[in-house]
């Protein structure tokens, strides 16, 4: 057991925390799915759910130092059983039951509840039982394609860069990168550096399928500290750079949502400190707010593929996208070309305020063609999410709408609860401001609502890339957007231009997006302005702008 990540050594110093991430792996390596980590208070008693052959499991992972698990252990697990409807329940624990715990088991199980006891001796087993490593990924035709492009460059450059839309695996890929330079050499040491614990966490559990069982990892963050960091270490950059300074020398580094990374900061100084280690990152928007590229660090992208030709390809979800424009004022609209607005001034005057009613109206309506539907409403602050989630849980079949924020009075574990809840199918709509951009593993949605949030390319991408992700029974995306900026109508009508562009590759039969306008006499009318201004996506709030007379149609 000296290789396992369940080394009864490794498991008592890891702590409370650590154990249970451990179960959750080794459930993954057994074949379990629809495994969630719902430790914390407020878990009814449960700490992971997973799921085998139509069966749903709560699990109550007990870490003690000395001792054994009390009866109360088993409660737990009991009262998790009723609240998740789960028909087995396992108390798992790095030693061993107490005799009124097994005496309460065998009571309940008289009753017709069935709980288990997994012991460390049974934590042994288990993972010697377990495949080396899970099912090999079959990877689509352009992953392997970037897979292939990112080890060559890593052989030749020692810098590799991958731009991979939101929906089109980036994470798998850099998965498969990791797990060919542990192919060869199984002892290697690597970093996965990323800006945000949540992030962090999250990359650990989705890399555990690439990476051999014999391979342990860890997470290095403000919060979760350890002295051992062979195998794979999951960081934030802040932490990753102490352990830098310190000595850790990895072979490969992995940057996660590489747009982060900047001309100086954390993120340059450790890869400064560790520039004789190989480095790729991984980004769907290399895009950033100022003038810093990422290629001059990483060198050009070895594998390059945006929405725009993952939509035509067919790799994407179709989109039917809807702007409400009909808030123009016209009188603006008359006054600007004898004046040079700003792009902020303009946007304040050009678009008068949506109420929330309405938007809550055309949700609604596009909730009522939509087969399954789950939503996702992303708002200007957080006080906006907090009012939508409230004016939305009026209407009957929404009245569990809740927000996610990361503002006061939430916290981390109640954020957790209502993700669960959602990806469970508890909340029908989640509003949000831009937690769920990156960083969060939300489940596959079908319509995004922009109530009037503010245009930034790459946030535009994130949050729409939310809705991109195919899976089985679902076909399109719709999403509602209230515009209150002019650079969103350029980035829609951009990627409408590109999708429909003759140079890039054609799947037969795969429908492009579907953009439609409220109003067409607001149609005709920003579409000469997105011609008069070619780069207006990418304008900045100073940015003046100088147009002629539009030809106003009528009425």
Same mark, same amino acid.
């Given at each position: 057991m000296n290789d396992s990540y369940l080394d009864p050594r490794l498991l008592l110093l890891g702590g409370p925390d650590r154990f249970t991430r451990q179960v959750e792996r080794l459930l993954g390596q057994l074949g379990y799915a629809d495994i969630a980590n719902i430790d914390g208070s407020g878990d009814k008693g449960g700490d992971l759910l997973a799921s085998i052959a139509g069966t749903q499991w709560v699990l109550q992972c007990k870490w003690q130092r000395r001792g054994s698990v009390p009866q109360a252990g088993v409660n737990e697990v009991s009262e998790a059983m009723d609240h998740y409807r789960a028909e087995r329940g396992v108390v798992v624990t790095n030693l061993a039951p107490s005799r009124d715990a097994d005496t309460r088991r065998q009571a309940l199980a008289r009753i017709g509840q069935r709980i288990d006891f997994w012991t460390g001796h049974d934590l042994t087993q288990l993972w010697e039982q377990s495949p080396d490593r899970g099912p090999r990924i079959r990877l689509r035709d352009y992953q392997r394609e970037a897979v292939t492009a990112l080890i060559d460059d890593l052989d030749t450059e020692g810098r590799a860069l991958l731009v991979l839309a939101t929906g089109l695996g980036k994470t798998v890929v850099g998965g498969e990168v990791i797990s060919h330079h542990l192919d060869l050499d199984p002892t290697a040491d690597i970093l996965v550096a990323a800006h945000t614990k949540d992030l962090v966490a999250q990359l650990e559990r989705a890399l555990w399928r690439h990476l051999p069982k014999t391979v342990k990892t860890q997470i290095l963050t403000g919060d979760e500290k350890t002295a051992d960091l062979r195998g794979v270490t999951f960081a934030t950059v802040a932490s990753a750079l102490n352990a830098a300074l310190s000595g850790y020398r990895p072979s490969l580094v992995m940057v996660d949502e590489t747009h982060h990374v900047g001309e100086d900061g954390h993120y340059s100084a450790l890869l400064d400190e560790l520039k004789d280690s190989s480095q790729f990152g991984v980004t769907a928007t290399p895009w950033r707010g100022d003038r810093y590229d990422i290629e001059d660090h990483f060198g050009p992208a070895s594998y390059k593929l945006g929405i725009e030709e993952g939509m035509r390809r067919g790799y994407l979800a179709q989109v039917d996208y809807r702007l409400f424009v009909d808030n123009i004022d016209w009188d603006v609209v008359k006054d600007v070309s004898r004046r040079a607005y700003s792009m902020k001034e303009l946007n304040s005057r050009l678009f008068l305020p949506q109420r929330d009613e309405a938007v809550r109206d055309e949700l609604l309506a596009a909730w009522n063609s939509t087969l399954d539907p789950r939503a996702i409403v992303f708002c200007q602050t957080i006080e906006h999410a907090?009012?939508?989630?409230?004016?939305?849980?009026?209407?009957?079949?929404?009245?569990?709408?809740? $927000?996610?924020?990361? *503002?006061?009075?939430?916290?981390?574990?109640?954020?957790?609860?209502?993700?669960?809840?959602?990806?469970? +199918?508890?909340?029908?709509?989640?509003t949000a401001v831009d937690i769920l951009n990156e960083g969060v593993d939300v489940?596959?949605?079908?319509?995004?609502?922009?109530?009037?949030?503010?245009?930034?390319?790459?946030?535009?991408?994130?949050?729409? *890339? /939310?809705?991109?992700? @195919?899976?089985? +029974?679902?076909?399109?995306?719709?999403?509602? %957007?209230?515009?209150?900026? @002019? /650079?969103?109508?350029?980035?829609? @009508?951009?990627?409408?231009?590109?999708? +429909? $562009?003759?140079?890039?590759?054609?799947?037969? %039969?795969?429908?492009?997006?579907?953009?439609?306008?409220s109003d067409a006499k607001a149609e005709s009318l920003l579409e000469q302005w997105i011609l008069d201004a070619a780069s207006l996506e990418t304008a900045n709030d100073d940015a003046r702008l100088q147009f002629i007379d539009p030809e106003i149609p009528a009425s």
């Open positions: 907090e009012r939508m989630a409230e004016l939305l849980s009026r209407t009957p079949e929404w009245r569990s709408t809740k $927000a996610v924020h990361t *503002g006061p009075g939430m916290s981390m574990r109640e954020r957790q609860l209502r993700l669960l809840d959602f990806r469970a +199918g508890r909340i029908p709509i989640l489940p596959d949605i079908n319509i995004i609502c922009f109530a009037r949030v503010t245009h930034s390319r790459r946030i535009f991408v994130q949050q729409l *890339g /939310r809705g991109l992700r @195919l899976r089985e +029974g679902k076909h399109k995306v719709i999403a509602l %957007d209230f515009v209150s900026d @002019l /650079r969103r109508v350029a980035a829609v @009508l951009n990627l409408r231009r590109q999708t +429909g $562009a003759d140079e890039i590759e054609v799947i037969p %039969d795969v429908p492009l997006p579907q953009i439609s306008f």
